[in-house]
């Protein structure tokens, strides 16, 4: 355990950030899985409205620091074809 003041706050600052991080990285693995879950019930109109959705929360996520924006790209362009392959 740190003995230093500035260290004690570094750590409960370090501990508020993770939380905040997990809880956003949370909400866009969710909005992946309705993605995919609508693109596996064959439901274009849904899945291109989770899509859109997705992709508004995977770029709230990169624009806080939470994903690399390479990261965040290649998540958008995976989803964006696998909509645009549905019959």
């Known amino acids: 355990m740190a003995n230093i003041k500035s260290a004690k706050k570094r ?5 508020t950030k993770a939380e905040r991080n997990k809880s956003i990285k949370s909400g866009v693995k969710t909005a992946i899985k309705k993605v995919y879950a609508a693109i596996d019930a064959k439901d274009k109109a ?8 997705a992709t508004s929360a995977i770029d709230k996520a990169t624009k806080k620091g939470v994903y690399h924006k390479n990261t965040s790209a290649r998540k958008v362009s995976r989803m964006n074809l696998a909509v645009n392959k549905m019959a």
């Open 11 to 15: 750590i409960l600052v370090n501990r």
């Open 46 to 53: 849904a899945a291109q409205s989770a899509l859109l959705a």
